[in-house]
């Protein structure tokens, strides 16, 4: 037997297992590749010589595996778009997890993200992060009952027929949208964009993706969105579902073109078990298929306009195509897709005064070179630090499994005055965050070389920074197109390198870690809920200040004519026991004028006149025995439902384990009595 074949018999047996068709075909075959540059397919023959370092032979187990094996090896590295329950014994031994607990539900949720980045209105910015931080004010509502109330306090649901008409951008040869291609020269020399339109939000579906369950909403469709528009046309569905959750999002204003149509950057990022986030330099920019306008106002043509003309105007600023620019959407145009236009994050662009290469037509869809928008980065990774920063404490415990989120963040383009700058007209590049995908899609849009090479690039150097070392395995390429934007402060005090071989023995097991950090977001949730209400609360309190004192003498007079002694006799006419008759009855009959006084003690010493009447009536109708069970039943499925999150009938509640059941004790009171 040759040395070579001995040394590949005696190398431990590795498996890797990527789940998922699509992400098979990109993240294992370059896994495959990067095994094959930096590990080595074969021993060498400096195997012979007992060399440290034991080359290993790895097996692919995933389901769509070209190959199969006799062997079953212990699966170090896992990746799936989504758990699933086949690898549910596997996910927390394994060396990396593609998943950080808990981390799907809270960073691929456009619910959660509006709660995590929701920063008061008043603002842009908050407590210690970055200047370049932009955050678009967002709300959370469930329904149309929920869009009601949110509608009402944002001021959609005006009265007033001229609020809706109140968005025009009149006079365009007053204003100028901010285009890409634009050189330097042309930008220094733009007209102020057109001034922001009043009210105008982006509605969301909370749990759709890709271009379905957006609209866009100002007061003149804002009533199409309302039950009361759907009860008159029982043939018209309602637009929001009753039990869905929604996010209204503020429209991004003014938005950078793009060849004037409206734009996003699809950035790639990672957070990683340790609490940094990385932003990778290379992105994709998505454009809309139609020409961006917004104009509300009527026409003028000829002077005399007809009201036909001016309906259609207005919801031509509607339409999907001006607004959507989720790839998938618009590839079916063939005419006006723009493609896949791969972007450099790290190169400047029109804002910089080094970038005079704007009036070229760079990156349309060619793979001749990437469009330069480097000024936007500082903005993009303040928005990332922020949310590594805010979301750490629900998606922690990830160390043992070395888990990661691998991200696609959409970014909307824009730009805000300068208020730091000399020049007071000039303006300032931002870019607004508006969903987060956990992960992206492995595949593109549309197969184009181009294309295929940047998400072969973005993968590669993932398994580059954060998948080799964690699996022993050195890398021989110092370049990583990931860019650190966040580190915890912990990390900042003292780096740490890698070692696989040893990891302290009180690590958390990632799946209760998972439960831990549900249970961490369902009490931040129902906090920001809270929180969030209250502020509407003070504000509708403070707005309605003037109207109760216009009504202050209306209310003192009401106050002065208030009888206390006649409010104190009807509220003891409600309890038989304070009645005149049983006072009388209780009276010693040797002093029957006498009157007894009632010390007020623990609840239910006094008990009003309709619970004596219902529990005499339950008494008489032997309700105890049928009534009284139900009850018992229905709190004893509830509180387990709270507590061990049991569901089902009740016969279904009765056979489960006895670790499940709830026992309803008895009361303080009782309890207290056997003690003494």
Same mark, same amino acid.
């Given at each position: ?21 699509? &992400? ?21 023959? &400096? ?11 790895? !097996? ?31 996910? +927390? ?48 509502? @469930? ?96 637009? =929001? ?73 207005? @919801? ?23 493609? *896949? ?5 790290? $190169? ?9 290469? /704007? ?9 001749? /070179? +990437?469009?330069?928008?480097? +000024? ?44 730091? /700058? ?5 303006? #300032? ?51 990583? /197109? ?36 549900? !249970? ?6 129902? #906090?920001?809920? $809270?929180?969030? *209400? ?5 504000? *509708? ?30 509220? @003891? ?12 009855? =209780? ?36 309700? @105890? ?33 006895? *670790? ?17």
């Amino acid at each position: 037997m040759s040395s070579q074949s001995k040394a590949t018999k005696d190398s431990p047996t590795r498996g890797y297992r990527v789940t998922g068709r699509a &992400a098979h075909g990109r993240v294992a075959r370059l896994f495959q590749t990067l095994l094959l540059h930096e590990e080595g397919a074969t021993p060498t023959a &400096a195997d012979d010589d007992h060399t440290t370092k034991q080359q290993s032979r790895w !097996i692919d187990t995933s389901p769509y595996a070209t190959t199969s094996s006799d062997d079953k090896p212990e699966i170090s590295f896992l990746w799936e778009n989504a758990p699933r329950y086949e690898t549910k014994s596997i996910r +927390d031994t394994v060396q990396v997890y593609s998943h950080l607990p808990n981390g799907i539900h809270v960073l691929d949720d456009k619910w959660a993200l509006a709660r995590l980045m929701m920063i008061p209105s008043s603002h842009n910015c908050s407590g210690n992060h970055d200047e370049a931080l932009a955050t678009l004010e967002s709300h959370c509502f @469930r329904g149309s009952d929920g869009f009601r109330i949110f509608a009402q306090r944002v001021g959609l649901l005006s009265s007033n027929e001229n609020d809706a008409d109140n968005n025009n951008v009149n006079s365009e040869a007053q204003y100028q949208f901010e285009d890409l291609l634009q050189t330097t020269q042309q930008h220094h020399q733009l007209l102020p964009p057109p001034p922001p339109p009043k009210n105008l939000w982006v509605i969301k579906d909370a749990m759709s993706n890709g271009a379905g369950g957006i609209w866009i909403v100002d007061p003149f469709n804002a009533h199409e969105f309302t039950d009361n528009n759907n009860k008159d046309q029982q043939q018209q569905p309602m637009i =929001l579902h009753p039990q869905h959750r929604y996010i209204a999002q503020q429209y991004a204003w003014p938005p950078t073109l793009y060849k004037s149509r409206k734009c996003h950057v699809r950035v790639y990022g990672l957070i990683t078990s340790d609490g940094r986030a990385y932003v990778h330099e290379r992105a994709f920019l998505h454009v809309a298929n139609e020409i961006f306008e917004y104009d509300s106002s009527s026409s003028n043509d000829g002077g005399a306009t007809k009201e036909g003309n001016t309906d259609n105007k207005r @919801r031509e600023r509607f339409e999907p195509s001006v607004h959507i620019t989720n790839c998938c959407a618009n590839s079916h145009d063939e005419d006006k897709f723009s493609g *896949e236009i791969c972007v450099e994050l790290d $190169k400047p662009g029109p804002f910089s005064t080094s970038h005079s290469n /704007g009036s070229s037509d760079v990156g349309v869809g060619s793979g001749n /070179g +990437d469009l330069p928008l480097g +000024d936007y980065f500082p903005s993009i990774a303040a928005s990332v630090a922020m949310l590594a920063e805010k979301s750490a404490a629900y998606v922690q415990g990830g160390q043992a499994n070395n888990g990661f989120e691998y991200l696609g963040l959409d970014f909307v383009l824009s730009s805000v005055p300068d208020e730091g /700058g000399e020049d007071s007209t000039r303006r #300032k590049p931002v870019a607004y965050l508006l969903e987060v995908n956990a992960p992206p899609s492995q595949d593109t849009a549309t197969g184009l070389t181009h294309a295929e090479e940047l998400h072969d690039e973005v993968i590669s150097d993932l398994l580059r920074l954060w998948v080799l070392p964690h699996l022993g395995i050195e890398s021989s390429r110092s370049e990583n /197109g990931w860019k650190c934007v966040y580190s915890p402060p912990s990390l900042l005090k003292e780096e740490t390198s890698i070692d696989v071989e040893e990891k302290p023995s009180n690590l958390i097991v990632p799946s209760k870690a998972a439960i831990l950090n549900k !249970i961490r977001w369902a009490m931040f949730e129902k #906090k920001a809920s $809270k929180e969030y *209400e209250s502020s509407w609360h003070k504000e *509708e309190v403070v707005g309605e200040e003037n109207d109760r004192k216009s009504h202050k003498c209306e209310s003192e007079k009401a106050d002065s004519s208030f009888d206390a002694d006649s409010f104190v006799s009807f509220v @003891r006419s409600q309890f038989p026991c304070f009645s005149a008759s049983t006072i009388t009855s =209780l009276s010693s009959a040797e002093t029957p004028e006498s009157v007894n006084i009632f010390l007020e003690s623990g609840g239910g010493a006094q008990v009003p006149r309709v619970v004596v009447d219902a529990m005499s009536a339950s008494l008489m109708n032997r309700d @105890r025995s049928v009534v009284g069970a139900k009850y018992l039943s229905e709190a004893r499925k509830s509180i387990a439902s709270l507590l061990a999150g049991c569901h089902g009938d009740d016969e279904e509640v009765q056979d489960r384990d006895e *670790e499940q059941a709830v026992i309803l004790g008895a009361n303080a009171t009782s309890l207290l009595d056997i003690l003494a």
